[in-house]
């Protein structure tokens, strides 16, 4: 695998990451009781976070796939548009509902964002879904069946996975006790995936039977989550993000280099091999830099609540 495509897959798997918490909190945001408190100690920093990392690896995409990218947006431009709209709404209404200084408005934005980042993260996930399984349209083409990315077999069970997943992850990082609902989430998400990986996605599934070994490591971080978890100790809750991070970086390396169901290899569309040294360097100098003005950001933000 090519340096440059390593990096891309590692901000696409910060960028994920970011957006399963994001969504938990989304979920728990119409769920009005006291656990909005709690998250909000953790979204107020970070919303600004997850939309610039988004951003970040949006143009790193460009860059690492110059010739890809233009056919991905016309095929797509109708729901790449929307979730931009999305996006924006979701930035603008949690920000007012953090100045509002009524708890009846307070409430109603922060349904709006939640309502707002489910949408667009179904979006999102309707795209990488349908253009991993290539069930919508072959490239080339002028453009996708925009009803067909949303409504298939393999977008519905990855959909569903991906919120059971969701409310999994949300119910350790918030320490929320319902064993019911923990167990019966991971599960139920295993097998979607499961299913829509064997039916739909069978690149991805001949290099995961090849290269069984390589969720050993997510396997493991799993297990020491969910004991520490059922301990009511709260260092589960700082392995979420690093358990999240390794499966998606797992799952994106294991589907590599293949997407529309195989019918594209990224190889072929790589930025030229004279520019990818510069294009993986200025990533990964940017990619520092970024990180720590975020890190700054957290602090002062954490200081100002402190206040």
């Known amino acids: 695998m090519d340096a440059l495509v390593f990096v891309n897959y590692v901000l696409l798997a910060i960028s994920l990451t970011l957006v399963t918490l994001e969504l938990g909190i989304a979920l728990l945001f119409l769920k009005k009781d006291e656990r909005w408190s709690r998250a ?21 995409l460009a860059a690492t796939y110059p010739d890809l990218l ?10 790449i548009l929307v979730f931009a709209i999305l996006l924006i709404l979701r930035n603008a209404f949690l920000a007012y509902s953090e100045i509002s200084g009524n708890d009846a408005n307070t409430g109603r934005m922060r349904t709006i964002y939640s309502i707002s980042t489910i949408i667009a993260v179904v979006i999102a996930l309707s795209v990488l879904t ?17 009803l067909y990315v949303f409504v298939n077999l393999p977008n519905v069970l990855l959909i569903a996975a991906a919120l059971l997943i969701t409310v999994f992850i949300t119910l350790i ?13 991971l599960m139920l998400s295993a097998a979607l995936a499961a299913a829509a990986i064997v039916a739909y996605l069978p690149a991805a599934l001949s290099n995961i039977l090849a290269y069984w070994y390589s969720i050993v490591p997510a396997a493991a971080l799993l297990a020491v989550m969910l004991a520490l978890y059922l301990k009511d100790d ?3 809750r700082f392995i979420v993000p690093v358990f999240l991070f390794t499966v998606f970086l797992t799952f994106e390396m294991l589907s590599y280099p293949n997407i529309f169901n195989g019918a594209v290899n990224l190889n072929s569309y790589l930025a030229p091999q004279a520019s990818r040294y510069y294009i993986s360097a ?15 950001f957290i602090y002062i933000q954490r200081l100002r609540r402190k206040v």
Not at 70 to 79: E, N, Q
Not at 130 to 139: D, E, F, N, Q
Request: glycine content about 8%; charged content about 10%.
């Open 130 to 146: 349908s253009a991993l399984s290539g069930s919508v349209a072959s490239v080339g083409s002028s453009a996708a069946n925009i």
């Open 282 to 296: 200025i990533t990964v100098i940017g990619g520092v830099f970024l990180t720590a003005a975020m890190a700054y």
């Open 40 to 60: 909000m100690d953790y979204i107020a920093p970070i919303w600004e976070i997850t939309g610039t990392f988004i951003i970040f690896f949006i143009v790193n």
């Open 70 to 79: 233009p056919i991905i947006d016309t095929m797509y431009s109708g729901p």
């Open 234 to 236: 709260m260092r589960a």
């Open 173 to 185: 990082f918030f320490s929320i006790k319902s064993a019911k609902l923990l167990y019966s989430s």
